[in-house]
């Protein structure tokens, strides 16, 4: 059975940072492509970042240079590094795998 449980979320101020995790279970982690999404309220669903197998990243041009995706391919898990927080960065963060999503973490940012 395949799984994906994200952690991390909160609410943080703006400039603040935040990481994310995703821990994966029931595929073969190594060798899937994973990624980040994120939807804000009212809004669809829009990808943040994603990793390749071989930890090649790309990213949304809105958090360019202030996120960053890695994976542990030994833990099955792979994390987002949020720095320099805007509120525009509000919005449930999804972490996906292969056709597979997690339930989401909320993320706020507000003063």
């Known amino acids: 059975q395949v799984q994906l449980v994200e952690s991390g979320g909160g609410l943080v101020q703006p400039g603040g940072s935040l990481r994310l995790s995703c821990a994966a279970s029931?595929?073969?982690?190594?060798?899937?492509?994973m990624a980040w999404y994120r939807q804000a309220p009212g809004m669809g669903r829009e990808l943040v970042a994603s990793?390749?197998?071989?930890?090649?990243?790309n990213y949304a041009d809105s958090v360019k240079g202030r996120f960053t995706i890695s994976r542990d391919n030994g833990n099955n898990t792979i994390y987002l590094q949020m720095n320099s927080l805007k509120p525009e960065d509000t919005a449930v963060y999804y972490c996906?795998?292969?056709?597979?999503w997690g339930q989401g973490t909320q993320v706020t940012v507000s003063s």
């Open positions: 996906k795998g292969l056709a597979f």
């Open positions: 029931g595929f073969i982690f190594r060798i899937s492509v």
């Open positions: 990793i390749s197998t071989s930890g090649a990243a």
